[in-house]
């Protein structure tokens, strides 16, 4: 994970993906839960710290060229 933190510290993931797009994402976090796979996604990896021991699981690193963020709002009931 050294190579994908800002600090350049940190052990191994036991899996880590580029993820070029929501179907990627969708995809993995799919298999990662089928298989009981522990899953992070991480963006540019400032102000994340690794320990030396790594990360269990699946670790995906967002790698978009562009990402629409929708948001719904909500009825209040008052």
């Known amino acids: 994970m050294k190579n994908h933190t800002s600090f350049k510290i940190g052990g ?8 070029k797009n929501i179907e990627q994402l969708k995809n993995v976090k799919e298999l990662a839960f089928q298989k ?6 991480i963006g540019n990896g400032s102000n994340l710290l690794v320990q ?3 990360i ?3 670790v995906g690193k967002l790698d978009f060229n ?3 963020i929708h948001t719904e709002t909500r009825k209040s009931n008052s």
């Open 12 to 19: 191994p993931a036991d899996f880590f993906v580029k993820l």
């Open 52 to 54: 030396d021991k790594g």
């Open 56 to 58: 269990r699981g699946i």
């Open 66 to 68: 562009q990402l629409d």
């Open 36 to 41: 009981n796979i522990p899953f992070m996604i």
